[in-house]
Structure formats: structure tokens, C-alpha cells
């Protein structure tokens, strides 16, 4: 727990000031680049991509850098790094779409309510329900159409909410069925989470869990669970469906119960004495999902539980083994994140996501320790 909040508070604050030095370093040498994972410290490399995932982390940064610190300087890169994407409003390949725009024009809309920002974060929340599938009743993920992975948990947002805007039934039940084929079947009964399901196309018959990025197809992968726990209770945000609030509380009491107490995972929970034991990115997403969590449980005392846990998780990433400050040369701000550890991509690195995490759960936890009355607006409204 933490005692000493201004002590806290202060933390946070260095960190921003760090984040700050590290954006504008890489937007100002390299621009309108979209980094993804570092090697060695080091954004710019030639390593694979694996997908095309990540192009709004950096502009959700910028926005996150320009509510905390209100500067215009911030939003107009911001709204650069955001205009650069817009025509991905419209790709229909990948199972992505609520990642780049939810972080970027969604941010947008929000410090500016006009229609043209808005049609935009519409045109893409359409665009990712249309790849829903009748048979099977899910979005099936980049792969093929057989897969569904357990990450489209984190894009059904912008779907409920171009649903919402636009008044169209379908789109809001496709995205709820979606949900619900993910907790029946890539969630197990203990909480644990399957990274990719595998359908019949013919008959849209379950037929088994498989992992890309986990140890093993029945183990759970940690990214996967915490993108479980933020994108299940983002869906209860919408609907207020307690059926979504449940397993988004199951997926959090496995990482409580499997995670050591400095709150940072390993790649899986079933990986035998892992080289590089951290994933820190995913310690950061689960620290926003644990404050969201916290906002929206009916028990008072797991709220309590939510909120100190995000914030020990916190405390840990604040220190000099995760956070870059300390580390010259190093390019990313928070170090000790994983990408693909199978395909050997941006293993014990930075990661674009797992910064923009972080800095979203920051300025939450700063939203938090000024009783409420300050840097609102961290996680975007529903
Ligand atoms: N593709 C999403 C992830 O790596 O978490």
C-alpha cells in the first residue's frame, strides 16, 4: 500500500517529465515514424512486424501528453500523428481498428467535439464490426477467419460506441455476441484465458484454444488475460451486462492470485524459470484495468483491493528496472516489456503499447490522488 501519496504523486510526475524528454526525442529525430518494439533501446531496426496493430500508441501518447500537460505543442503533434492514420478508418484485414482510433481520434473527439473527428471514429468502429461473423457469432482476428483471439476483447469499445452514435442494432448485438463467444469460450472456469479460439467456418463449431504469443495452447498468455480484464469491463461500461463485469472480475482475481507481489507478470504463468521474467506491458494494462475495475465493481472493498493493487503495480514500473530514466541511450520509457517471445520480436524491450499504458494509468492514478480534481479524462468515455 502505498503510504506517502505526495511522495507518490511526485513520482509520477518525474515519469511524465521522462516520457515527455522520450516523445519528443523520437517525433522530432524520427518523423512520422510508427515505431512498434525496440532492439536494444533503439525504435528504428528492421525487425518484423508481425501485424499492423500498433500506429495509434504513439499518437494516443501524444494526446495523453497534451492532457496532462495542456500545452499545444502536444496536441499539434497529436493531431499529426492522428490525421496519418486516418485512411486505417476503413481496413478491414485486421481485427484492430479500436487500438489505433480509440487512442487517437476518440482522444481527439474529446478535446474537440466536431463532426468530421467524429465520423472518423465512427467510420472505424464500423469498419471492425463488419468483420463479424454470423456462424460462430465473433470477430474473427487477422489471422484467418477461423481465429478469434482474446486481444478483439479491446476493440469491441469502438464498435458499441459507433453502434450507440449511429442508432444500429446489429452492430451493437454483433459486438455483444462477440463477447459473450469470447468469455464461453477463451476464458476458462478458473479465469484464465486462451489467446486464440478456433472455429468451424462451415458450422461455426468451437473446436479448440491455441496461443501465438503464450507458452502453451491451454496455459494463459499474460497480455491476453489483461486485455481480458480492460476490454471485458469496458464492454460492462457499455451495457451494464453483469455477465461481462463477472468474467472481467474472474480474468483479475487470476492475475491477483498467480502474479508475484511487485504486480509484474511473466509472459505466461506457465512458462518453467522464464529468461526474462517481466512483461511489464502488460503489468501497465492491467494497472488501468484494475482502476477501471475498481470504478465500476458493486463491492466497495475489491474496489479498495483494485485500486491498491494498480497502484503497487505502479510503484513497481516507477522504479529504475522498468522506467528508462536511469538507462542512457535507451529510447523507450518503460523497459522489460515482450512482444512475440516465440518469434523472438521485441523480448525484453519497449513496447509502443506498454508505454501508452503506462501513461494512461499515470494520469489515472494522478486523477485519483487529487481527490478527483484534476487530469480527468484518462481512459476515453463511453
Ligand atoms: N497483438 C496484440 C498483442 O500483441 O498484444
Same mark, same amino acid.
Given at each position: 500500500m502505498?503510504?506517502?501519496?505526495?511522495? +507518490?504523486?511526485?513520482?509520477?510526475?518525474?515519469?511524465?517529465?521522462?516520457?515527455?524528454?522520450?516523445?519528443?526525442?523520437? =517525433?522530432?529525430?524520427?518523423?512520422?515514424? +510508427?515505431?512498434?518494439?525496440?532492439?536494444?533501446?533503439?525504435?528504428?531496426?528492421?525487425?518484423?512486424? *508481425?501485424?499492423?496493430? #500498433?500506429?495509434?500508441?504513439?499518437?494516443?501518447?501524444? *494526446?495523453?501528453?497534451?492532457?496532462?500537460?495542456?500545452?499545444?505543442?502536444?496536441r499539434d503533434q497529436a493531431m499529426r500523428y492522428s490525421r496519418l492514420i486516418e485512411d486505417r478508418k476503413l481496413d478491414n484485414t485486421v481485427h484492430d481498428l479500436g487500438f489505433l482510433f480509440w487512442s487517437t481520434w476518440k482522444r481527439w473527439h474529446e478535446h474537440a467535439p466536431e463532426d468530421?473527428?467524429?465520423?472518423?471514429? =465512427?467510420?472505424?468502429? $464500423?469498419?471492425?464490426?463488419?468483420?463479424?461473423?454470423?456462424?460462430?457469432?465473433?470477430?474473427?482476428?487477422?489471422? $484467418?477467419?477461423?481465429?478469434?483471439?482474446? /486481444?478483439?476483447?479491446?476493440?469491441?469499445?469502438?464498435?458499441?460506441?459507433?453502434?450507440?452514435?449511429?442508432?444500429? #442494432?446489429?452492430?451493437?448485438?454483433n459486438a455483444a455476441t462477440h463477447c459473450l463467444t469470447t468469455r464461453r469460450y477463451l476464458v476458462r472456469g478458473d479465469g484464465s484465458s486462451a489467446h486464440e479460439?478456433?472455429? /468451424?467456418?462451415?458450422?461455426?463449431?468451437?473446436?479448440?484454444?491455441?496461443?501465438?504469443?503464450?507458452?502453451r495452447d491451454d496455459s494463459s498468455w499474460a497480455r491476453g488475460l489483461t486485455w481480458a480484464i480492460y476490454g471485458f469491463g469496458t464492454a460492462f461500461r457499455f451495457t451494464e451486462d453483469s455477465r461481462f463485469l463477472q468474467t472481467a472480475e474472474a480474468c483479475a482475481a487470476f492475475y491477483l492470485e498467480h502474479t508475484p507481489a511487485h504486480g509484474v507478470p511473466p509472459n505466461d504463468w506457465a512458462e518453467p524459470n522464464p529468461t526474462h521474467p517481466h512483461e511489464s506491458s502488460a503489468a501497465a494494462i492491467a494497472a488501468s484495468a484494475f482502476l477501471q475495475l475498481a470504478e465500476i465493481t458493486s463491492d466497495s472493498l475489491r474496489a479498495i483491493r483494485y485500486q491498491q493493487y494498480a497502484f503497487t503495480i505502479l510503484d513497481t514500473l516507477l522504479g529504475s528496472g522498468f522506467l528508462a530514466i /536511469?538507462?542512457?541511450h535507451w529510447e523507450g520509457i518503460l523497459m522489460q516489456g515482450m512482444y512475440h517471445q516465440s518469434k523472438g520480436l521485441g523480448v525484453n524491450e519497449s513496447v509502443m503499447w506498454g508505454d501508452y499504458f503506462f501513461l494512461e494509468v499515470l494520469l489515472d492514478a494522478l486523477h485519483i490522488l487529487s481527490g478527483r480534481q484534476a487530469y480527468g479524462g484518462a481512459r476515453p468515455a463511453c
Open positions: 502505498i503510504q506517502d501519496t505526495a511522495a +507518490f504523486a511526485d513520482r509520477i510526475h518525474a515519469a511524465f517529465d521522462f516520457a515527455g524528454q522520450q516523445l519528443r526525442h523520437l =517525433i522530432t529525430t524520427q518523423p512520422d515514424f +510508427f515505431p512498434m518494439y525496440t532492439r536494444e533501446g533503439k525504435w528504428k531496426h528492421g525487425g518484423e512486424a *508481425w501485424t499492423n496493430w #500498433c500506429e495509434g500508441f504513439l499518437g494516443g501518447q501524444l *494526446w495523453l501528453m497534451f492532457t496532462y500537460t495542456g500545452d499545444v505543442w502536444w468530421f473527428i467524429h465520423d472518423v471514429v =465512427i467510420a472505424a468502429g $464500423s469498419t471492425a464490426g463488419s468483420r463479424f461473423r454470423e456462424k460462430g457469432g465473433y470477430l474473427p482476428s487477422f489471422v $484467418s477467419q477461423e481465429s478469434s483471439f482474446i /486481444d478483439i476483447m479491446m476493440n469491441v469499445g469502438i464498435i458499441f460506441y459507433a453502434a450507440r452514435q449511429t442508432d444500429n #442494432c446489429e452492430l451493437w448485438d479460439g478456433i472455429f /468451424d467456418t462451415e458450422t461455426g463449431e468451437f473446436l479448440r484454444q491455441t496461443t501465438h504469443q503464450g507458452w /536511469d538507462t542512457p
